[in-house]
């Protein structure tokens, strides 16, 4: 059976509040009772220490005592639970209280053994007695002997203090129980209620929903970060869902022009409404030749798509290779007048270990780009740079640039800017995958710094690798 956090917290913290309550009662209340018998116990001692002083004063001051003497004293006693017998030897006694009021002493040993039983149910008492001899200064004088309820006993009042105690520590308890049941309660919505928002967002993102996010905040950092997450993990499938929708629509763009026009040519050509002459040859083929093209290009891209990419490392000079790409791209550079100028920093050691091909086809698709979108008359500056274990190359051009939101996209598949497309620039939207997977291969980033109309910044940064 599978139980909700929010009522597991809740069962859990008010079972062990409530076990501890239970502890911390028992146990005050056990402290508390102990030290009241020792109190009750003492008290009565110190009661039986004034009635022997006060016989041995009566002793001393009358010469020969009599049952008057003792009366008041006798009263007294009895009023706080004690019979009082006073004798001079075993057949000369003086008074005998419980003979004097043989109903009230023991209606009295009763109402202690009720009183008694009233607090502790299975109380074991029973009738006690205590005899003192009374001398002073080495004269005997006669023995008292004290009766009461023992070894424990009550007064009425002593009996209902105990129980207002238990019953406050029992109402302080019940209290704390409340108060701590509501705050459990309070912690455990504030606690369950994200965790069951983020679960319930999950299923939705399972289900194909990406489009929401939970707005809640908490103040609980690990909540707060599965929150995030959940957030993100969300925007980055509905971003996926965006870029797959947005590959189907270019597949279909790219490939239905040529296809078509292939079509309706040889079907022109079969009809004989067109006449089969070389520049309808030329141009079916250059047709043929563009689906071709973007026909390797997605086997590039599944070639070097992050599973299947095999790199072939080696040591080579990495300045010399941008060198070489720079010079193979300048005649094509010229015929649109676009200056193209490598500046390299002085760095003594550029080699790398490295995939050389693939690092070739980097700057190569990186420069092919620039090319592209950059007007006629522009410029394009590539720049190779050194930083601890790293090279950065960097290609600047005062193209066209790219809106921002675009930026983060045109790294994935067939994804390619809208505009590029009217502007009728050749391109699959390719060659920017391709270099992603090959700078993710050799542990590098990509990254694009750019501003429509300005220019764009493409930053590659490439491990130097274990030099062998
Ligand atoms: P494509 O074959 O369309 O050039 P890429 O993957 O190389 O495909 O580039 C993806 C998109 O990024 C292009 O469609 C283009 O809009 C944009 N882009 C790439 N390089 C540049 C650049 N240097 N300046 C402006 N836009 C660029």
Redesign the pocket.
């Known amino acids: 059976m599978k139980i909700k956090l929010k009522h597991k917290l809740i069962f859990g913290y008010t079972t062990l509040i409530l076990i501890l309550i239970v502890i911390l009662a028992v146990t005050s209340s056990n402290v508390f009772i102990k030290n009241f018998n020792e109190y009750v116990n003492h008290n009565r001692e110190k009661e039986i220490e004034y009635i022997l002083n006060q016989v041995t004063t009566i002793f001393v001051v009358e010469e020969e005592p009599s049952y008057e003497d003792f009366y008041d004293l006798g009263v007294a006693a009895l009023d706080k639970g004690l019979i009082l017998m006073v004798n001079i030897d075993l057949s000369n006694q003086l008074i005998c209280m419980s003979d004097v009021f043989p109903n009230e002493s023991s209606e009295m040993l009763l109402k202690m053994e009720e009183t008694l039983e009233s607090v502790y149910p299975h109380f074991q008492g029973e009738y006690k007695e205590e005899q003192y001899v009374i001398e002073n200064d080495g004269v005997y004088y006669g023995y008292v002997t004290i009766a009461y309820y023992g070894p424990l006993y009550y007064t009425e009042f002593d009996a209902l203090f105990l129980k207002a105690v238990k019953n406050t520590i029992l109402l302080t308890g019940l209290i704390f129980f409340i108060i701590s049941g509501v705050v459990v309660y309070f912690l455990a919505t504030k606690l369950s209620e994200p965790i069951s928002k983020v679960s319930k967002r999950a299923e939705e993102i399972g289900m194909g929903n990406y489009k929401e996010s939970i707005k809640i905040q908490s103040s609980t950092e690990e909540i707060q970060n599965l929150i995030n997450s959940i957030n993100t993990l969300g925007k980055n499938l509905d971003n996926q869902q965006q870029i797959k929708k947005q590959m189907s629509v270019n597949y279909t763009h790219e490939l239905r022009t040529p296809i078509t026009c292939v079509l309706t040519t040889i079907e022109g050509m079969k009809d004989g409404v067109f006449e089969i002459t070389d520049e309808r040859l030329e141009s079916l083929y250059s047709e043929v030749e563009r689906i071709s093209k973007m026909v390797a290009?997605v086997d590039k891209l599944v070639e070097t798509s992050v599973d299947e990419i095999v790199l072939q490392k080696e040591n080579f000079d990495i300045k010399c290779l941008i060198e070489n790409c720079v010079n193979s791209f300048e005649s094509l550079y010229e015929n649109k007048n676009i200056k193209l100028v490598f500046k390299k920093s002085e760095i003594t050691d550029c080699t790398i270990n490295a995939d050389k091909e693939k690092i070739k086809s980097l700057v190569g698709?990186?420069l092919?780009?620039?090319f592209?979108?950059?007007d006629n008359s522009g410029k394009v500056e590539i720049t190779l740079e050194a930083i601890k274990n790293k090279f950065i190359i960097k290609?600047l051009?005062n193209?066209?640039?790219?809106e921002e939101e675009?930026q983060e996209l045109?790294?994935e598949q067939?994804?390619?800017?809208e505009?590029?497309?009217v502007r009728e620039?050749?391109?699959?939207?390719?060659?920017?995958?391709?270099?992603k997977n090959i700078v993710l291969a050799h542990k590098g980033t990509i990254s694009?710094k750019?501003k429509l109309g300005v220019?764009?910044e493409?930053i590659v940064e490439i491990p130097k690798g274990e030099i062998v």
């Open positions: 290009g698709n990186l092919s780009n620039a592209k979108y950059t290609v051009d193209g066209i640039g790219i675009e045109i790294f067939l994804y390619r800017v505009k590029s497309r620039v050749e391109g699959f939207g390719i060659g920017l995958s391709i270099c694009v750019s220019g764009s493409f």
